[in-house]
């Protein structure tokens, strides 16, 4: 089934869609990515749910395509309010999130709408715990040293940290870095300062009681060689999802869905196709 790309505008913010399936299906599964990435991460997905459900993927406020205003503080709370507003213009009702790093920010809006809040693929993130910032969003978190790093970041330094954080048996392909420096511009950068400074590590853990209470169906996928948010922190996503199913990949890291595609698809999509039935892409 063709892809299709689109723009959206939802809580006074612009943004690219990437969707499969029927529009007109009012059940969804919702992606949402992580920090320098974009909706682009989730082509492959996409693809392969398409046969089943209509999957919806739109870049974050911020990164990829999307506004970027300088005024937004791109707090949990703002990117959650902003995930309300875009369902709603997508006609979306009832959600199966499939999210990642910052994508978390989902289970905000998930605990507090429990009726459209259908199950969740957590992808490195999740409701951490006894959780300590990696050591780049701490430097962000620092003045005036995050300020002068949104300033002087270059080609050159984005890749070097990217390698810093991909020492694993399956390193990302050399494109992926690329188009995601490509987006990565000054306001980019600004947006994720402002959502390290504006986020605890803490302050998700509130959600652990309502999420837990929900008992939603949810499945871990989680690298071994995650450098950023530790493969620990996987089992520990059963505090908030009690049923929840966990898949380690042992050659992966924090990227898991894209330096190993068909490990994490081989998990991700009979998930998903047991939570639609087959028939939410009609």
Partial sequence: MELRQSELSAFGLRTRVLEVGSPQ??????????QPGSAEDWRGLLEQVAPFA?????????FGKADKPKELDYSAGTYAAYLSFALRELGVSRAHL???DLGGVGLLWAATHPEAFASAVLIDTGILLDFRWHPVARLYRTRPVGELMTILTTRLAFRAVMRMYNRQPRELPPEIFERWWEDYDLASRRAGLRFY???PPVAMERLVEPLRRLDR??????GAHDPAVPVEQAERQRRSFPSADVVVLPDSGHWPYLDDPEGASAAIVPFLERQLGGNGGS
């Avoid at 209509?54 to 911020?62: C, H, M, N, S």
């Avoid at 169906?217 to 989680?222: C, F, I, K, N, T």
């Fill in 25 to 34: 299906a009012e059940e969804a599964v919702v992606f949402l990515h992580g």
């Fill in 217 to 222: 169906p949810a499945l871990v996928v989680w």
């Fill in 54 to 62: 209509r999957g919806v993927a739109f870049d974050l406020p911020g």
């Fill in 98 to 100: 499939v999210v990642h």
């Fill in 197 to 199: 400074r504006a986020t």
